[in-house]
């Protein structure tokens, strides 16, 4: 599993962009960037992964760079909702253990 | 479609007793994987199962410690003999093959 390093914590207004990074200089050429998100000590909830290319779904955007070394996770319209710790890792896409690191305590501020 | 549902949700266990806790996957899922997250910790992986099968148990204690998944019913994690230091949430996630796990809302276990 590739080693991912992510910042302790981070604020960000309420309705601005949320860019979360994430560093996984380690990651293997058949790993995949996978994102969740822990609110509140509830069950993680995934919210996007991708390969090479950049990804969108309905609740964010991630940029993986091209040498696949580093990504970046982005809320583009932050509400206080998104208040949660957020994990990026990398993982085989088939069916293998999900290893989650310390993630990145993101607060949304009023 | 429901989604990963785990019961109880709190249980408490007096030291020495057994303790149970259920999942049952997402519809058409067959893939279970348990995590625990201590207190003020990650989450750590215990063991990945397929129907009547365990496929790695590599994050699971070695002793105390069981996983089931039937042909029929919920996966269950068996946790005989509880102590203290096994107080945490137990997360199951659930996947078909190839796809994205998706997590349960996790059991809380308290042991006095």
């Known amino acids: 599993d590739a080693k991912t390093t992510q910042p302790t914590s981070m604020d960000c207004a309420e309705g601005r962009a949320a860019n979360l990074p994430c560093n996984h200089s380690?990651?293997?050429?058949?790993?995949?960037v996978y994102w969740y998100r822990q609110i509140h000590s509830q069950g993680p909830q995934y919210i996007i992964h991708g390969l090479k290319n950049n990804e969108t779904n309905e609740m964010a955007s991630l940029i993986i760079t091209e040498d696949r070394k580093s990504s970046t996770l982005i809320l583009p319209h932050a509400t206080l909702r998104d208040t949660a710790v957020y994990y990026c890792?990398?993982?085989?896409?088939?069916?293998?253990?999900?290893?989650f690191g310390t993630g990145t305590r993101l607060t949304i501020i009023p | 479609n429901a989604g990963v549902m785990q019961n109880p949700r709190h249980l408490v266990r007096r030291r020495g007793q057994e303790a149970r806790l259920r999942c049952s996957p997402m519809?058409?899922?067959?893939?279970v994987y348990w995590y625990r997250q201590l207190p003020e910790e990650g989450l750590k992986f215990m063991v990945y199962l397929q129907k009547e099968n365990i496929i790695d148990e590599s994050g699971m204690p070695k002793e105390r410690f069981s996983a089931e998944f039937p042909k029929e019913g919920p996966s269950i994690l068996r946790i005989q003999q509880v102590v203290r230091g096994d107080s945490a949430a137990y997360f199951c996630?659930?996947?078909?093959?190839?796809?994205?796990?998706?997590f349960g809302p996790g059991t809380r276990l308290l042991v006095l």
């Open positions: 519809k058409g899922h067959s893939h």
């Open positions: 890792m990398g993982s085989n896409f088939g069916n293998e253990k999900l290893t």
């Open positions: 996630a659930s996947s078909t093959r190839w796809e994205t796990q998706y």
């Open positions: 380690t990651i293997s050429g058949n790993e995949y």
